[in-house]
């Protein structure tokens, strides 16, 4: 076996020569004039997806503030998830003429900023929820605070109370005379 294997190492190698140089396929296509498309950087089906948002009249509130109105049963989802996370639910509202940032109700420099956020201050329906199990509760707390406060923006949030901070919030009520919710294809340019 091992003359064998030797024969073969010791036999003649043939090296084949190429007679036609190498081309690159780009060679072999007949030239056209270049497109404006080919001439431009575009990023193609997704050019629509990455339009600009009007910088006026465009408000937001929280998370998920880009979306239709939340049904209960969708609130009811969140609130689980701020219960299975071990946090404290609560309520707060404001005048619409405050929802929003704006020139007269923040203070945004200064000794007198609060330094919360945006420096708006929503006040806070009843005590935060403590010991909240079921968002049955959470439900009809903002129910109420819709039969109180039927002109106010209504907001839920979630408060962590190991790191003392807010970890989540979204409206969960906008006054019948407001008008300010579009969707997001109507609020780009």
Not at 130 to 137: A, K, L, M, R
Not at 160 to 169: E, F, L, R, S
Request: glycine share 4%; hydrophobic share 45%.
């Amino acid at each position: 076996m091992a003359a064998a294997c030797a024969s073969l190492l010791s036999a003649p190698v043939a090296v084949v020569a190429s007679a036609a140089p190498a081309r690159s396929l780009k060679a072999l296509a007949p030239a056209r004039a270049a497109t404006f498309a080919q001439k431009t950087v575009s990023n193609g089906i997704k050019t629509r997806q990455m339009m600009v948002w009007q910088p006026t009249n465009n408000r937001y509130f929280e998370t998920l503030s880009f979306l239709p109105p939340l049904t209960d049963d969708q609130i009811a989802k969140q609130v689980d998830y701020m219960i299975n996370n071990g946090w404290v639910p609560c309520l707060e509202f404001s005048e619409a003429n405050m929802a929003y940032v704006a020139s007269d109700n923040c203070i945004r420099y200064g000794n007198v900023a609060s330094g919360y956020q945006d420096n708006r201050y929503w006040t806070m329906f009843k005590l935060p929820m403590f010991g909240c199990t079921d968002p049955g509760q959470v439900l009809t707390e903002i129910a109420n605070a819709e039969k109180c406060f039927p002109d106010a923006y209504i907001r839920l949030v979630a408060f962590d109370n190991v790191t003392q901070t807010q970890v989540a919030g979204f409206l969960v009520h906008r006054p019948a005379s407001a008008n300010d919710f579009r969707k997001p294809s109507e609020r780009s340019i």
